[in-house]
């Protein structure tokens, strides 16, 4: 091997091996194959053992195995009982506020935030601050703020309402929970969408302003369109997101009170390591598993679509 | 965009980023404000604005605070260490569309990765505490960090590769050109001209790593220090009410997500929508 100056590239100096175009490119397979190895070994492999986990009997005292094999009395279990449609509508019900909160308010904040100024440099580093602290500490902030002698309720007691008990009142506690999540979700929504804003064209929107129409008016018909592959994309990972979110309900509920708050993943994490119900964990897990593989499709086409693929 | 708008919508406009402002700020500022209270001072009137700071509830969590501190960078430096070794040479690989069968060799990749980054953790780690338990991995930081490794590695290649596709495969051909293999062309290409994009997902990694937690309160015995997230979890279930400890304990454990935050955080502002949207 020649001995390579620096960051130059090698062999100016040199003849050249082979001749110009016609260069035998061998496939970089050996830099994919740690990857690869590793993904097969403990993500890919894992999916099969939680299959197979949902069609056999496994218990606290056989979590290694071997497992009976049951064929599907576990689905039928699951599937005949009420609590997997309920989990499954909350799911449905909290993807759906982070939808509007994600894409609509992720809209107008990422439009406010696209003036430069001090107060918008100040709130996007305060939100990607918020992005990066761990679920865990943004939830216990907020499960102590919303304590019935939290400062929620102080200041609501101010103007004379509550205290209103946000996490301990069953038909409450869901919309309380998901409205933290909403809080803590939305930098990254408004971060994806003020990138996008930025990366429109300034010239459409002064061309529209000079026809007449007014701020939003512009955003909403001219501005908006032109985010229509980064919104598809925002909405598809904020509905995965909603069968995934798990952090915020470990930290202000655990599920409850009762079953108030089992959402899919929250049911499965709990029959799986609260009542080390395995098989029925594993068992409510692939059922979430397919809708998330049913949203996987469309969201891999679109990727594909951006000319990504 | 600034001049087209009137001045009545500015001054909402002004209004509104001060609401958002708040709206972020107040949580993190009541956080700070009650680690300085003392126990007593907290159950006696848990909203008061007006009272002695006191360093006491520092005292009392800062010893188990450090040894979580320690347990969570050992294994946050490992996991993002790990990822970037390994992610780095794969998003150079699924960049490089030198063949058909190579990419459609990329386009399955990709729908893999894609497909493996959305599975939810809560349930990922039902069959890997079964499978950790059976390779005698469960119970010790090597199978935490494994399964974190993972968890994160689908993420950092997706992160990485829209840098690497921005590299002009020009520069390929002129070094095949000029004589240098691949893993020549790797090094003294892909790699510095990354940088940017591996400095982005490296913060991204150890900021993911650092906060989670699903893994870590499972596949971690009771009697090992536990990290970061594992001692806040803790906290959380037995401590209920002491509060100031708590919120101790947050600042003191995300003070090291501060030093990377300030390192990366206009990095992460833009490399995030690349990575995210791309």
């Known amino acids: 091997m020649?001995?390579?100056?620096?960051?130059?590239l090698p062999a100016?100096?040199?003849?050249?091996?082979?001749?110009?175009?016609?260069?035998?490119r061998r496939p970089p397979v050996v830099f994919l194959l740690p990857t690869a190895v590793l993904l097969v070994v403990f993500g890919a492999y894992p999916l099969l053992v939680l299959v197979q986990m949902s069609f056999s009997d496994v218990g606290p005292a056989t979590i290694i195995g071997p497992w009976d094999f049951v064929g599907l009395d576990n689905y039928a279990d699951v599937l005949g009982g009420a609590e997997v449609w309920r989990s499954l509508l909350r799911t449905v019900a909290v993807?759906?506020?982070?939808?509007?909160?994600?894409?609509?308010?992720?809209?107008?904040?990422?439009?406010?935030?696209?003036f430069e100024g001090r107060v918008t440099s100040l709130v996007l580093s305060v939100m990607v601050f918020i992005w990066a602290l761990p679920p865990l500490v943004s939830g216990s902030t907020w499960r102590f703020l919303l304590d019935d002698t939290g400062l929620v309720n102080a200041v609501l007691g101010l103007v004379g309402v509550g205290p209103v008990p946000w996490l301990s009142e069953p038909r409450l506690a869901l919309w309380s929970v998901t409205a933290v999540i909403a809080w803590g979700a939305l930098p990254f929504s408004a971060l994806i969408l003020r990138g996008g804003l930025l990366a429109v064209d300034p010239q459409v929107v002064e061309a529209a302003?000079?026809?007449?129409?007014?701020?939003?008016?512009?955003?909403?018909?001219?501005?908006?369109p032109l985010l229509r592959p980064t919104l598809w994309i925002l909405g598809i990972l904020?509905?995965?997101?909603?069968?995934?979110s798990f952090d915020y309900f470990y930290v202000l509920t655990q599920g409850g009170p009762g079953t108030a708050t089992n959402t899919l993943p929250v049911q499965s994490y709990y029959a799986a390591f609260t009542d080390f119900d395995m098989s029925t964990g594993a068992t409510v897990a692939v059922v979430a598993m397919a809708v998330v593989v049913a949203l996987a499709v469309p969201y891999v086409r679109s990727l594909r679509r951006e000319g990504d693929a | 965009?600034?001049?087209?708008?009137?001045?009545?919508?500015?001054?909402?406009?002004?209004?509104?980023?001060?609401?958002?402002?708040?709206?972020?700020?107040?949580?993190?500022?009541?956080?700070?404000?009650?680690?300085?209270?003392?126990?007593?001072e907290v159950l006696r009137s848990p909203n008061a604005l007006l009272f002695t700071p006191t360093l006491d509830t520092y005292r009392d969590v800062v010893g188990d605070g450090l040894e979580a501190i320690a347990t969570s960078l050992q294994i946050a430096v490992l996991v993002t260490l790990v990822v970037l070794v390994v992610a780095v040479p794969a998003a150079f690989a699924l960049a490089r569309r030198i063949s058909p069968v190579w990419e459609r060799v990329?386009?399955?990749?990709?729908?893999?990765?894609?497909?493996?980054?959305?599975?939810?953790?809560?349930?990922t780690v039902i069959p890997l505490f079964s499978v950790l338990a059976q390779w005698g991995l469960l119970g010790n930081l090597a199978g935490l960090v494994l399964a974190d490794i993972a968890l994160l590695l689908p993420f950092g290649v997706m992160l990485l590769r829209p840098f690497a596709l921005a590299i002009s495969p020009s520069l390929y051909e002129a070094a095949e050109i000029d004589g240098a293999s691949t893993v020549q062309s790797f090094r003294l290409i892909t790699v510095p001209m990354l940088s940017n994009g591996i400095f982005t997902v490296m913060s991204v990694i150890f900021i993911t790593a650092w906060g989670e937690f699903v893994y870590a309160i499972n596949f971690l015995p009771l009697g090992v220090v536990p990290p970061v997230s594992g001692l806040l979890a803790q906290q959380n279930t037995t401590y209920a009410a002491n509060w100031n400890d708590l919120m101790a304990l947050a600042v003191l454990t995300s003070l090291p997500l501060l030093v990377v935050f300030v390192l990366s955080q206009r990095r992460l502002r833009s490399g995030l929508s690349l990575g995210a949207v791309k």
């Open chain 2, 106 to 123: 990329i386009a399955v990749g990709l729908a893999v990765l894609l497909v493996l980054q959305m599975v939810p953790q809560p349930m």
């Open chain 1, 95 to 114: 993807a759906a506020v982070l939808l509007l909160s994600n894409l609509v308010l992720g809209f107008v904040v990422a439009s406010l935030l696209s």
């Open chain 1, 238 to 244: 904020t509905v995965l997101y909603a069968f995934k």
């Open chain 1, 2 to 8: 020649t001995t390579l100056g620096g960051r130059t």
């Open chain 2, 1 to 40: 965009m600034n001049r087209f708008v009137s001045g009545p919508t500015k001054g909402l406009f002004a209004v509104l980023r001060v609401v958002l402002a708040l709206a972020y700020l107040v949580p993190l500022a009541w956080v700070v404000v009650t680690s300085l209270k003392s126990g007593p």
């Open chain 1, 12 to 24: 100016a100096t040199r003849t050249p091996r082979r001749r110009p175009g016609r260069v035998r």
């Open chain 1, 209 to 224: 302003a000079i026809d007449g129409a007014g701020y939003w008016r512009t955003q909403v018909q001219v501005v908006l």
